[in-house]
């Protein structure tokens, strides 16, 4: 795992350099979250997973768009499925596309000025 490793090779191994093979996928992943509905669910799922029309309601979206964005989700591997009988339910892949998510809502923060909430002795992780 790459926590096991010294700095210097951490970074080369993990794909952490700027010539990287993996900037270009990065970016692509940023490009995926780059809509607030995508965002919403996958804020929606960061508890476990969940039904399109739960989606749908979590995100105020009629079930047809949810679905649609939930199929570039899972093209993507940000999100994957579990049938159960006619139902499917969704879940998030891992914890990355939650962290981004969280850390990107953080940053967001920043730009309100003053003290953003996630620098505040009361706040959770999580939250």
């Known amino acids: 795992m790459c926590n096991n490793l010294r700095m210097d090779a951490d970074m080369r191994v993990c794909g952490r350099e700027p010539d990287s093979q993996f900037v270009e996928l990065a970016v692509e992943v940023f490009s995926m979250l780059a809509d607030s509905t995508r965002v919403r669910i996958v804020l929606a799922l960061r508890d476990g997973e969940l039904s ?57 923060e920043h730009t309100l000025g003053g003290t953003p909430r996630h620098h505040h002795p009361t706040h959770e992780a999580g939250e």
């Open 52 to 108: 399109v029309n739960r989606l749908a309601s979590a995100v105020d979206k009629s079930p047809a768009a949810v679905s649609q964005h939930l199929a570039k989700l899972r093209l993507a591997r940000i999100v994957a499925t579990r049938q159960d009988g006619q139902r499917v339910f969704y879940r998030l892949e891992n914890e990355h596309a939650s962290q981004l998510v969280s850390d990107a809502i953080f940053q967001a």
